[in-house]
């Protein structure tokens, strides 16, 4: 042993006890993680996949909460201690020297005799009693506050904090990316290794709901037939001739020409609805009935969510004759999924400029833009983007209350009908789902300029999509590998499944999977264990089980 001196034993001493204090703090803080026991349950029931959705919801919300500190704490705050005499304050509103008077009007809707349900058409879109509120940018019409000792410039931190929380939400998400990047490089290896990692250590121990490991059975032997798919594909592009490649090729370029074209023809219906939209909104609210205002207000909002609802599925339909590989199918689905959900909020932001900065007198030329129809047309784009974010939380609350409960109730109490059979119970789509609060999020980055509460409005919409779909009558919607949706669909439960990794028959199963293998049986094995067809399980595909002593 080195001789240490009291100091150097001092130093170690420390170190070791700051190492240990750093431990328990965290595991303190764990205690404190939002929802943390229900994350931890979800996992241990539905598994990680499900789980990492979960997780990334809950991400959104503190991201959005912080964002909303920062727009408060910047924004808010100052202006809320002087409006109510808490500090010794006053504002500072400096005249345009440069703009005319008439580009500064701001009129505020006139009151009187208003109708009750005027309020909540005015709280669905935003216009009304909210449009003058704290909610859009067309309020914050403060040049500064003074304090005592210094001038507070408002427009000057309102820009900053949109630039803070715009590179704190990159930096996190950057931060987050890294490590999924990391294990993506650990299992982007070789085809032997990954068969290697989906025979040994493709079980998820943390699943502890029968029909989620057999979900889990299923899925591990539907991602091994998509390997063999893939190899096979490779050797089937490798024998291709010459007539054979133009032939593929021809068809990729005519079929995506019907995606562009599906693209534009979604993107046209979106351009001419927020035309509609807006040449019509200025009516009267006592001149239209409810419904048709309510109609007009969120016919952008209507028609974006059909093209995001429609788009998906054609999709999935022209992606089966392009002839790419199982994998690149998924891929590629998802990307035209993304930049569909995307782009259609950049074609209504496009709409809306274009609407704005069009008008056939002097006022375009005096203001740059249509002053009479929109005196504050940053408010405008802030109203859009707020009934963008209430109407996608209407329609996951409406799905999930109107459309997969009462299927999740008909398929359990009526599972004797051959038809509910059939239909069977609702899937839980990762990726849909994944894609649908990455949609909301984009929402609110865009709108969080022209409606600065914006942010607060997302974090309670994703604590409200949280419990909906944590709910316990919405737990044992079944997970589904997003393989299997182009491979086959899944197994219904059966007793003839082994329950857990502790099964005896799953452990068979795994042996046999880890003899096919040494052997060079790999191909045989799953060909031989593919699902059959089982009329009990209205034709869906069955497991067989491993019957003990044969492998």
């Known amino acids: 042993m080195k001789y240490l001196s009291e100091w150097d034993q001092w130093k170690r001493y420390s170190s070791k006890s700051w190492k240990r204090f750093i431990e328990k703090a965290r595991e303190m803080t764990t205690h404190l993680e939002l929802w943390r026991e229900d994350i931890r349950s979800i996992e241990g029931k539905f598994g990680t996949g499900i789980q990492s959705y979960f997780s990334f919801l809950r991400f959104l919300v503190l991201l959005n909460l ?159 037939r998509a390997d063999l798919e893939e190899e096979r594909i490779r050797q089937k592009i490798a024998e291709r001739t010459s007539e054979e490649t133009i032939r593929i090729y021809s068809l990729r370029l005519f079929l995506n020409c019907i995606v562009l074209a599906v693209l534009a023809a979604c993107f046209y219906a979106i351009y001419k609805a927020t035309i509609f939209s807006q040449e019509h909104m200025k009516k009267e609210i006592d001149k239209m009935v ?70 056939d007198n002097y006022l375009c030329e005096l203001c740059g833009y249509n002053q009479k129809l929109y005196p504050c047309w940053e408010t405008q784009v802030g109203q859009e983007m707020y009934k963008l974010m209430i109407f996608d939380l209407i329609i996951i609350l409406a799905v999930t209350l109107f459309v997969d409960f009462p299927r999740k109730i008909l398929v359990t109490y009526c599972s004797s009908w051959k038809l509910f059979q059939c239909w069977g119970e609702q899937e839980f789509a990762i990726p849909d789902n994944v894609l649908g609060i990455v949609y909301g999020q984009t929402i609110c980055w865009i709108g969080a300029f022209f409606s600065p509460l914006l942010p607060a409005i997302a974090t309670l919409k994703f604590i409200i999509i949280f419990y909906v779909k944590e709910h316990p009558v919405l737990q044992s919607l079944r997970a589904i590998h997003q393989l299997q949706h182009h491979l086959g669909s899944g197994p219904q439960n059966s007793e003839h499944l082994p329950q857990l990794a502790a099964d005896a028959g799953l452990r068979h199963h795994f042996g046999s999977l880890r003899s096919a293998f040494f052997h060079d049986h790999l191909p045989h094995y799953v060909l031989l264990h593919r699902p059959g067809r089982s009329a009990q399980a209205g034709g869906r595909p069955a497991p067989r089980a491993a019957e003990p002593g044969k492998s």
């Open 290 to 359: 409810f419904g048709e205002n309510l109609l007009i207000l969120y016919l952008p909002s209507i028609v974006i969510t059909l093209a995001n609802f429609i788009t998906p599925i054609i999709f999935a339909k022209i992606i089966h004759y392009e002839d790419y590989s199982p994998g690149f199918e998924i891929r590629l689905t998802i990307l035209r999924c993304v930049f569909m959900r995307l782009a259609t909020i950049c074609v209504l932001v496009f709409t809306l400029g274009s609407k704005i900065t069009s008008c």
């Open 66 to 224: 912080v964002i909303f500190l920062i727009i408060f704490m910047v924004i808010l705050l100052p202006v809320l201690l002087t409006r109510y005499k808490i500090t010794n304050s006053s504002f500072i509103l400096i005249p345009s020297q440069d703009v005319d008077i008439q580009c500064t009007v701001y009129p505020i809707s006139s009151s009187g005799l208003i109708y009750f349900y005027s309020y909540v058409i005015d709280l669905l879109s935003g216009t009304g009693f909210l449009e003058d509120t704290y909610l859009f940018y067309g309020h914050y019409t403060i040049d500064g506050v003074k304090f005592q000792n210094f001038t507070y410039d408002l427009p000057l931190a309102y820009l900053l904090s949109t630039i803070a929380y715009l590179a704190l939400s990159l930096v996190w998400i950057v931060k987050r990316s890294v490590e999924g990047f990391k294990i993506n490089l650990i299992r982007s290896e070789e085809h032997f290794q990954s068969y290697c990692n989906k025979v040994f250590a493709g079980w998820d121990f943390c699943i502890t709901n029968r029909s989620m490991a057999d979900l889990k059975h299923s899925s591990l032997r539907y991602e091994l």
